[in-house]
């Protein structure tokens, strides 16, 4: 037939959106960048055999650190779209930490136009809560917002002050801006791995789980007290995700983890490698199971990668001296399937609902396969197994916590407002043009 040229029509894939109680072997056909049918039998001028792969919406992250402005050598927008989109990634939030901090509104316009030209994915900006993430003076939020601000955070370090976080929410909530918060209390985070067995075993100086729990208390309450819409991120603790669900319903609060803490723990610490340093970090089998079930049962809603590449030289130390952070993108689904659906720990509807759903509802209402929504697609081979090399990877820099491990499932293509952004599917079906 000869149709719309920017037409696709991908068949015989097993769809699965839990959002709209999509469930089935069929065919998707995508039209001016949006999905335009969901029924048996539909041909296209292009197509994709998608027989045998998953079709799922495409994964959300709003936590990711691209490095952009100042260390792209460690990370680029070109790059770290690369590696969110070979991860099955279709939009993604930007972290303020950079080098200037995104806390003025030339630095989010200037974010906002690479954006455009350099992402192959969906991307927004998050501006600084405060003026060079140094919690005394706080951004000016509405001005931000008009650069093209998506949100405010104080991830990387955390809000010290009670009272300028307190400030901080109020000024976000009138500014129309949601908030994510980085909890942490530096007075007792004066370690760097958790404290507790491993850490004592190793001889590395441990930080309490206070440290996270007791920041997480105070902007929780804080976020009841002031109405601001606030997200916790990277929750890595099982008091913290406790916290999290006793205030679902007093606050206007969401929260995510990361898939290193739903799947690694500080055991890995006995190593001294300084790969596996991580903030919050590696915890205890106890606080992964806990979260873990946190997740499970919605009171943390959502996966968030925490992406944060690193230059080889900061990593390939012992751990004391190691920068913290992991890789993310790439390896996100294909842990978390390994290790918690094929584990029998999660549902595969639960999975799609925490990586796609939960996150693009949160964003900016993606996350769904209904027709009408953008077409953000992630197509998935459950049965491929591969092993996580350096090589492997999109991301310019390779500290990933998984190198090295076999991982079942595996992204094969991804599709961004109907364009493939990502494509393995091509070179083993072949996309009939
Ligand atoms: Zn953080």
Same mark, same amino acid.
């Given at each position: 037939?000869?149709?719309?040229?920017?037409?696709?029509?991908?068949?015989?894939?097993?769809?699965?959106?839990?959002?709209a109680g999509i469930h089935a072997v069929t065919?998707?056909?995508?039209?001016?960048?949006?999905?335009?049918?969901?029924?048996?039998?539909?041909?296209?001028?292009?197509?994709?055999?998608?027989?045998?792969?998953?079709?799922? =919406?495409?994964?959300?992250?709003?936590?990711?650190?691209?490095?952009?402005?100042?260390?792209?050598?460690?990370?680029?927008?070109?790059?770290?779209?690369?590696?969110?989109?070979?991860?099955?990634?279709?939009? &993604?939030?930007?972290? =303020?930490?950079?080098?200037?901090?995104?806390?003025?509104? &030339?630095?989010?316009?200037?974010? &906002?136009?690479?954006?455009?030209?350099?992402?192959?994915?969906?991307?927004?900006?998050?501006?600084?809560?405060?003026?060079?993430?140094?919690?005394?003076?706080?951004?000016?939020?509405?001005?931000?917002?008009?650069?093209?601000?998506?949100?405010?955070?104080?991830?990387?370090?955390?809000?010290?002050?009670?009272?300028?976080?307190?400030?901080?929410?109020?000024?976000?909530?009138?500014?129309?801006?949601?908030?994510?918060?980085?909890?942490?209390?530096?007075?007792?985070?004066?370690?760097?791995?958790?404290?507790?067995?491993?850490?004592?075993?190793?001889?590395?100086?441990?930080?309490?789980?206070?440290?996270?729990?007791?920041?997480?208390?105070?902007?929780?309450?804080?976020?009841?007290?002031?109405?601001?819409?606030?997200?916790?991120?990277?929750?890595?603790?099982?008091?913290?995700?406790?916290?999290?669900?006793?205030?679902?319903?007093?606050?206007?609060?969401?929260?995510?983890?990361?898939?290193?803490?739903?799947?690694?723990?500080?055991?890995?610490?006995?190593?001294?490698?300084?790969?596996?340093?991580?903030?919050?970090?590696?915890?205890?089998?106890?606080?992964?199971?806990?979260?873990?079930?946190?997740?499970?049962?919605?009171?943390?809603d959502f996966v968030a990668t925490d992406h944060?590449?690193?230059?080889?030289?900061?990593?390939?130390?012992?751990?004391?001296?190691?920068?913290?952070?992991?890789?993310?993108?790439?390896?996100?689904?294909?842990?978390?399937?390994?290790?918690?659906?094929?584990?029998?720990?999660?549902?595969?509807?639960?999975?799609?609902?925490?990586?796609?759903?939960? =996150?693009g509802r949160w964003v900016n209402g993606s996350?769904?396969?209904?027709?009408?929504?953008?077409?953000?697609?992630?197509?998935?081979?459950?049965?491929?197994?591969?092993?996580?090399?350096?090589?492997?990877?999109?991301?310019?820099?390779?500290?990933?916590?998984?190198?090295?491990?076999?991982?079942?499932?595996?992204?094969?293509?991804?599709?961004?407002?109907?364009?493939?952004?990502?494509?393995?599917?091509?070179?083993?079906?072949?996309?009939?043009?």
């Open positions: 037939m000869i149709g719309d040229p920017a037409e696709l029509v991908i068949r015989h894939a097993r769809v699965l959106d839990p959002s065919d998707v056909r995508v039209s001016s960048g949006r999905i335009a049918q969901i029924e048996d039998g539909l041909r296209g001028a292009r197509e994709i055999d998608a027989d045998g792969l998953h079709l799922f =919406p495409g994964f959300v992250d709003v936590h990711a650190h691209w490095r952009t402005p100042g260390r792209e050598d460690e990370e680029s927008i070109e790059s770290g779209s690369a590696s969110a989109a070979s991860g099955g990634f279709t939009t &993604v939030v930007m972290m =303020p930490n950079t080098d200037p901090v995104v806390d003025k509104p &030339v630095v989010v316009s200037g974010l &906002v136009r690479r954006i455009e030209r350099e992402s192959r994915v969906r991307a927004y900006v998050s501006a600084a809560l405060h003026m060079g993430l140094e919690g005394e003076r706080l951004t000016e939020m509405r001005l931000l917002r008009e650069a093209g601000a998506f949100c405010v955070s104080d991830d990387g370090l955390g809000t010290q002050s009670a009272g300028v976080l307190r400030n901080a929410m109020l000024y976000a909530r009138s500014s129309g801006l949601p908030v994510i918060l980085h909890c942490e209390d530096h007075t007792l985070a004066t370690g760097v791995v958790h404290e507790g067995a491993c850490a004592a075993l190793a001889g590395v100086p441990g930080t309490p789980a206070s440290a996270e729990d007791a920041a997480t208390a105070t902007a929780l309450v804080l976020a009841a007290e002031t109405g601001a819409r606030v997200h916790i991120t990277h929750v890595s603790t099982d008091l913290s995700a406790a916290l999290v669900g006793f205030f679902k319903g007093r606050a206007d609060l969401t929260a995510d983890t990361t898939p290193h803490h739903l799947t690694l723990t500080d055991d890995l610490i006995s190593t001294l490698d300084g790969m596996y340093r991580v903030n919050p970090p590696l915890r205890p089998e106890r606080d992964r199971s806990g979260v873990m079930g946190a997740l499970r049962d919605r009171i943390i944060a590449p690193h230059a080889s030289e900061e990593k390939e130390l012992p751990l004391q001296e190691a920068a913290p952070g992991f890789l993310g993108h790439e390896t996100a689904f294909s842990a978390l399937y390994t290790e918690l659906v094929l584990g029998g720990e999660l549902p595969l509807p639960r999975l799609v609902e925490a990586m796609s759903c939960a =996150p996350g769904s396969l209904r027709v009408g929504a953008p077409a953000d697609l992630a197509l998935v081979d459950l049965s491929e197994s591969w092993t996580v090399a350096k090589e492997s990877l999109s991301s310019r820099s390779s500290n990933s916590p998984y190198l090295g491990r076999r991982l079942t499932g595996r992204v094969a293509a991804t599709i961004v407002g109907g364009e493939l952004v990502h494509d393995r599917v091509g070179a083993r079906f072949g996309v009939r043009a």
